[in-house]
């Protein structure tokens, strides 16, 4: 071979002998092919043929095939956001003329896209109260076509009694999707529970290191699979190969790093609810949080996401209180190994009428910091939130 070609093509080494524990990484645009024919007949080759690197390469299959194992389904396609699974899962299935209802506490970006995106393609959209099956029910109708639930809800963390909603929607023959983020297939697995998509943003536990955007959409039905995939075919959707890496080895720790951080969430959440500053604390392991048990009944245990509502009167020390923290870090994209709070106002978010007058929830995702620095920081936060009263200091 000439230098140029030997600069341009990979030597040939022996693969014998060598194993190891972790997938490899496999980087494509080109797929090359045997001859012609196999190049003319390609697109013969079955869902998990390559064709083509946006399609796949067998690092993306390795991980859709983790994820479809987890959540009990026969398909799972990787899309480049929480957000882009939410999304495409909704397109691939409504047509113009078709209505989708979709639960008050959804993720905000998905009600900005159905508010917008979907309208403008002539779906209508309407949002349901996410623990009153009644208002579903009364709000469904013949052009009724998607379901979809978020349970927990985003900031709010109603539990949805998703066994009854799978049951009203195939009574009228329109599908579930599910965005199971907040309790990963690890705490819930929607389509045992008869939901028909089920999504994840892998961004959060799945990847778990606060650097990493994926999603997942995972069915089980073949039909459905076929439409979803035309879908993000069609719109050139794909993902990194060394990003599903990162996701798989984030994988390989989730289960442990869920159940640690869902165990001190519980405990931080039982703390701050004895504090004179909240209004409520909403977390779905706690009896009083919207839908617990619902929780209790199908859920596998707790992740380390929850809500807390502040009483008004202490929101003008708010921003004092935050600058007190030293181990929480503010900001969005929860599920990693670093804990956060951020603070959320929802009222402008939310279509159907809301109990109480809170203004401001803080959100809180509990990482894998020492438990005693964490609740030394919550401790200082609820302390600037609340002084005690001047006489109470004086006695
Ligand atoms: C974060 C989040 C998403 C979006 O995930 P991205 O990967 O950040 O787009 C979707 N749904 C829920 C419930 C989320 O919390």
């Not at 140029?4 to 645009?29: K, M, Q």
């Not at 009644?134 to 979809?148: E, G, P």
């Not at 439409?227 to 719109?235: A, E, F, P, S, V």
């Not at 209004?279 to 929780?295: E, K, Q, R």
Request: glycine share 8%; proline share 6%; aromatic share 8%.
């Amino acid at each position: 071979m000439d230098d140029e070609s030997i600069c341009v093509t990979p030597s040939s080494v022996s693969l014998g002998g060598f194993a190891s524990l972790g997938p490899a990484t496999y980087r494509a645009s080109t797929i090359v092919f045997e001859n012609s024919e196999s190049y003319r007949t390609r697109l013969d080759r079955g869902d998990d043929g390559y064709v083509y690197g946006l399609y796949g390469t067998p690092t993306t299959r390795f991980l859709e095939k983790q994820i479809a194992a987890l959540e009990r389904a026969s398909r799972t396609f990787l899309v480049p956001s929480g957000q882009a699974a939410n999304t495409l899962a909704m397109l691939a299935v409504l047509e113009p003329g078709n209505s989708v209802l979709i639960s008050d506490s959804v993720y905000p970006p998905v009600r900005d896209f159905a508010n917008n995106e979907l309208k403008k393609l002539g779906v209508r959209v309407a949002f349901y109260p996410p623990t009153d099956l009644a208002a579903l029910k009364t709000a469904m109708d013949s052009t009724t076509r998607l379901i979809w639930v978020e349970s927990p809800g985003s900031t709010t963390m109603e539990v949805q009694d998703v066994r009854s909603i799978v049951a009203l929607a195939h009574e009228c023959g329109a599908v579930v999707g599910c965005d199971n983020t907040w309790a990963t297939p690890f705490l819930f697995k929607p389509l045992e529970f008869g939901v028909d998509i089920s999504v994840q943003a892998l961004s959060k536990y799945a990847n778990g290191h606060s650097d990493v955007l994926m999603g997942s959409i995972s069915v089980r039905d073949p039909v459905l699979a076929a439409k979803i995939k035309g879908t993000i075919w069609r719109l050139g959707i794909g993902v990194s190969p060394d990003d599903c890496a990162l996701v798989q080895r984030g994988l390989q720790t989730m289960s442990i790093r869920l159940t640690h951080s869902g165990a001190v969430a519980t405990r931080m959440a039982t703390w701050i609810a004895t504090q004179p500053a909240v209004a409520c604390v909403l977390h779905p392991a706690l009896p009083g949080n919207p839908g617990h048990a619902f929780w209790a009944r199908d859920f596998n245990g707790a992740s380390g996401v929850f809500s807390v509502g502040l009483k008004n009167e202490v929101l003008p020390r708010l921003d004092d209180a935050f600058d007190s923290m030293r181990i929480f870090s503010i900001g969005a994209s929860w599920g990693g190994t670093r804990s956060l709070i951020v603070p959320m106002n929802v009222n402008r978010l939310r279509s159907t009428p809301q109990s109480g007058e809170i203004e401001t929830y803080l959100r809180i995702s509990v990482g894998l910091e020492s438990e005693r620095e964490l609740m030394a920081d919550i401790r200082e936060l609820f302390a600037k939130l609340q002084p005690p009263a001047p006489d109470a200091v004086s006695a």
